[in-house]
T-cell receptor, first 112, second 114 residues
């Protein structure tokens, strides 16, 4: 079964800088990969989905890349703001029509 | 509010008691998922339904856990003979069926077993 690793448990950056979070998976490349944001005491909120045939996806200040050779996805937040402070989770589908596997998350703190 | 709702939001129980949680998904979603999340970890898959059919159940799920979705709408998750290790946040999510679908999560039910 798939295992997901996210680069670090916590990441602190200065406001205005670009945050880069890493998601690595171990087995076969999934058809797509998702990123979610989770605030303390709340359920995750979907942010972006990237398909295996897409190299890059953007949404406002967010950018996701997907490298099936490296078995890795990178998640970037440009011009970061304190309001971006949260835990970011990556997730992939175990197999078509099966369950989702989530990574442990990276807790991002954007310092003013 | 047409989001996913869960009830109760918090539950404290004594070891050995049974507990039941409810999830109301987004009405047009036919897939419903249950996850468990402990501090510092991502959500861990428990089971999912497509309409009223339970299609997959995690191998990690003991026989003390059971879930139902009798009419393909709301779902219940029951834990029998609770143990302290069951203390966690229980999350419900719903989605459309088909590929490339995102999940909409509820606020979760936080369970504390004393």
């Amino acid at each position: 079964s798939q295992k997901i690793e996210q680069n670090s448990e916590a990441l602190n950056i200065q406001e205005g800088k670009t945050a880069t979070l890493t998601c690595n998976y171990t087995n076969y490349s999934p058809a797509y990969l998702q990123w979610y944001r989770q605030d303390p005491g709340r359920g995750p909120v979907f942010l972006l989905l990237i398909r295996e045939n897409e190299k890059e996806k953007r949404k406002e200040r967010l950018k996701v890349t997907f490298d099936t050779t490296l078995k890795q996805s990178l998640f970037h937040i440009t011009a970061s703001q304190p309001a971006d402070s949260a835990t970011y989770l990556c997730a992939l589908e175990e197999g078509y029509g099966q369950n989702f596997v989530f990574g442990p998350g990276t807790r991002l703190s954007v310092l003013p | 509010d047409t989001g996913v709702s869960q009830d109760p939001r918090h539950k404290i129980t004594k070891r050995g008691q049974n507990v039941t949680f409810r999830c109301d998904p987004i009405s047009e979603h036919n897939r419903l998922y249950w996850y468990r999340q402990t501090l510092g970890q991502g959500p861990e898959f428990l089971t999912y339904f497509q309409n009223e059919a339970q299609l997959e159940k995690s191998r990690l799920l003991s026989d003390r856990f059971s879930a139902e979705r009798p009419k393909g709408s709301f779902s219940t998750l029951e834990i029998q003979r609770t143990e302290q290790g069951d203390s966690a946040m229980y999350l419900c999510a719903s989605s459309h069926a088909g590929p490339f679908r995102d999940q909409y999560f509820g606020p979760g039910t936080r369970l504390l077993v004393l």
